[in-house]
């Protein structure tokens, strides 16, 4: 069995609300999440499933996912796509003055965004760490903490 990046990329989806990456056509729509998927890939460490065996032309993995597998992945993706929003909206806090940024109100917002971007990439986090606690042995526990 198999599993598609869109089930990976549909629970994203579910979790941010951004009009722009919902304006961008199917096609780059999906090469945008594929991207961050490769991304998120990095993060997620674990000797429960080769996460290497996929078949990015046909944008699926080789086996079977678990909905858990699946859900740190898409915490991840979400990290990832979080990232880049707070760099821009740092830099042009960079580039105004402290009156000019509280006009435009973009503090607030990169509060925000700060905030939901510790708050997934905990999750992301625990969820592994949980994950990987439950489905692997002490030996390769010890392993993967050798890894971080």
Same mark, same amino acid.
């Given at each position: ?12 989806? &579910? %979790?941010?609300? !951004?009009?722009?990456?919902?304006? =961008?056509?199917?096609? +780059? ?56 929003? &707070? %760099?821009?909206? !740092?830099?042009?806090?960079?580039? =105004?003055?402290?009156? +000019? ?48």
């Amino acid at each position: 069995m198999s599993t598609p990046y869109d089930n990976i990329h549909n629970r994203v989806l &579910i %979790k941010v609300s !951004d009009r722009d990456l919902l304006s =961008l056509l199917p096609a +780059d729509l999906e090469e945008y999440l594929d991207n961050l998927l490769r991304s998120a890939l990095v993060k997620f460490r674990t000797n429960n499933v080769d996460l290497s065996d996929r078949n990015d032309g046909a944008r699926e993995f080789n086996t079977t996912l678990s909905e858990i597998e699946e859900e740190i992945l898409a915490l991840f993706e979400v990290v990832e796509w979080l990232t880049p929003q &707070i %760099k821009s909206i !740092d830099i042009l806090k960079q580039n =105004l003055s402290t009156k +000019d940024y509280k006009l435009a109100s973009q503090a607030n917002h990169l509060d925000k965004l700060q905030a939901l971007y510790r708050e997934s990439q905990i999750t992301a986090e625990r969820l592994r760490i949980d994950y990987n606690f439950r489905t692997t042995s002490l030996d390769d526990l010890l392993w993967l903490l050798n890894m971080d």
